[in-house]
């Protein structure tokens, strides 16, 4: 049985539920014991889900940060490639404990990992 677990979330946090999803597989591998190590890559669009500006309640759905902040609790690595990151938020401010990653970084933590899910 693998007992590393890599979640790839490629989604904005808003309008889909892939982001949320992911977040929450990624959490609940964490808790439940089944992985031993269970991290969140952020890439594409889906790093947005680690800014820090964020008001969920402006569109009436719930946000990442929370479920992320917890997995980066329970000792897992949550990591935002950060060419995405620049592309898309240029300087904007992201949760802190988040890990800026190169592509080169990304490719290595993916090698890393027994099992890899994208949302």
């Given at each position: 049985m693998a007992d590393?677990?890599?979640?790839?979330?490629?989604?904005?946090?808003?309008?889909?539920?892939e982001a949320f999803a992911g977040a929450r597989l990624?959490?609940?591998?964490?808790?439940?014991?089944l992985m031993d190590t269970s991290n969140v890559l952020l890439m594409g669009d889906g790093v947005?889900?680690?800014l820090e500006a964020q008001t969920p309640a402006a569109?009436?759905?719930p946000s990442n940060l929370e479920a992320?902040?917890?997995i980066m609790d329970l000792d897992g690595e949550v990591?935002?490639?950060e060419?995405?990151?620049?592309?898309r938020a240029r300087d904007m401010k992201v949760l802190d404990g988040v890990k800026l990653v190169s592509w080169s970084e990304a490719r290595a933590i993916v090698r890393a990992h027994q099992l890899v899910n994208t949302f």
């Open positions: 590393s677990m890599l979640i790839l979330i490629t989604k904005a946090p808003y309008g889909l539920e990624a959490l609940g591998g964490k808790v439940s014991g947005l889900n680690a569109v009436g759905m992320l902040q917890d990591y935002c490639l060419p995405d990151l620049r592309l």
